[in-house]
């Protein structure tokens, strides 16, 4: 949205509309004069100026400035928030590195938009060292980072300038693109980001750094639904027992999560059985290996959408739809009261009950 004031000199006003409507029909130009006639106006509309407000009308100006990023949010296909609605999160957890959550939260979050059917917002919380922008090539020249100083104060619209839009139904918040940067992003950011964004879509898919940061905790306690990943290995096995406890020590429902054992069938000496054993909890979709996996991810084009049919984008798809879809049920829509526990941890966060169970 561009705003231009009284004393830019009309031709060079008009002239820049003209320019910004060819190049960048999605920016909306409102035009502030001293003097409003027939003339003023129709030279404005033909140069693609969206709104013309009289000096001084500071409300007529906001709602111009509203109605013109409506427009915009059509033009792009960005989705806008609706106080009613009440999107759900999905946050992709592995305490071990490179099981394949990346892989899953893109995958799901492709599955989840099924071409437009859901709006899904794909967000990137492995701050430091995200890669979702690269997986499915994106310019990361919007990032949570420009999220920092709307803390406190964070709306649909703000949130909404953060996204970067990648097919239809699914939009992304990517990861700062240096780990430096990722230091500014506060884990409130998180928290007041999952309030927002739930408004905005029907699913909020969060991919995860491998540790247990406040951020990530923020997540959780957001989320409807943990989806906790894990490979046939023992250390990658073991983190999950011990993220499990976690999640019990923290009082999560057992109900909202989910364990998904990726590759699946790599032949390593684990049986499905030796592993539920293990972490004492059902595997709720098998993923099998793939070179595929790796190819597409290289390709920048996710699996669930270069092939469909590969067992790979099956095992995911089935699993969004048979596990996700089928329980997308609002958490905190107001229908359903709050459960003493779930009323606790929204008062105290996951964070803070973690320093209270050390002490
Ligand atoms: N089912 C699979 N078959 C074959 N390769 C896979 C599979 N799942 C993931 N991979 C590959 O494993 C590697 C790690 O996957 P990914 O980046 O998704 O893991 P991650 O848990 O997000 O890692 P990190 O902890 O570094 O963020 C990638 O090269 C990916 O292509
Ligand atoms: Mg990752």
């Given at each position: 949205l561009v705003v231009i004031g009284p004393d830019v000199p009309e031709h060079d006003a008009l002239s820049f509309a003209s320019h910004i409507r060819i190049t960048r029909p999605a920016v909306g130009v409102v035009l502030i004069r001293e003097q409003i006639n027939v003339a003023v106006l129709t030279r404005a509309l033909q140069a693609g100026v969206r709104e013309v407000v009289p000096v001084g009308a500071l409300t007529a100006l906001a709602q111009a400035c509203e109605r013109s990023r409506e427009v915009s949010r059509s033009v792009t296909g960005e989705p806008a928030g609706e106080p009613g609605r009440h999107g759900q999160v999905i946050t992709v957890f592995s305490a071990?590195?490179?099981?394949?959550k990346t892989t899953l939260a893109v995958n799901l979050a492709t599955s989840l938009a099924a071409g437009g059917q859901h709006s899904v917002c794909l967000l990137d919380?492995?701050?430091?060292?995200?890669d979702v922008a690269i997986s499915v090539q994106l310019?990361?020249?919007?990032?949570?980072?420009?999220g920092v100083p709307m803390?406190?104060?964070?709306d649909s619209t703000g949130a909404s300038s953060l996204l970067t839009p990648y097919r239809p139904g699914l939009t992304t918040l990517l990861a700062p693109v240096s780990p430096g940067e990722a230091?500014?992003?506060?884990?409130a950011l998180v928290a007041e980001l999952l309030e927002v964004l739930p408004t905005m879509v029907d699913f909020v898919v969060v991919d995860t750094p491998s540790q247990f940061s406040e951020h990530v905790l923020n997540a959780m306690d957001a989320s409807s639904h943990h989806v906790l990943l894990t490979t046939p290995d023992v250390p990658a096995l073991k983190n999950l027992r011990l993220t499990l406890d976690m999640l019990d020590l923290l009082s999560y429902?057992?109900?909202r999560r989910s364990i998904v054992l990726n590759r699946?069938?790599?032949?390593?000496?684990?049986?499905a059985d030796d592993i539920e054993r293990v972490v004492r909890a059902p595997i709720a979709a098998h993923v099998p290996s793939s070179r595929e996996v790796p190819i597409s991810v290289n390709k920048g084009t996710p699996i669930t959408i270069a092939n469909p049919a590969h067992p790979v984008s099956q095992a995911i798809t089935r699993f969004a739809r048979t596990t996700l879809l089928s329980h997308a049920?609002?958490?905190?829509?107001?229908?359903r009261a709050p459960s003493p526990v779930a009323a606790e941890q929204a008062k105290q966060g996951a964070f803070a009950r973690l320093r209270k169970g050390r002490r």
């Open positions: 071990k590195g490179g099981c394949g919380l492995d701050l430091a060292f995200g310019e990361p020249t919007r990032t949570i980072v420009g803390v406190g104060r964070l230091e500014k992003v506060p884990a429902p057992t109900e699946s069938d790599s032949k390593v000496g684990l049986t049920e609002p958490v905190r829509n107001g229908t």
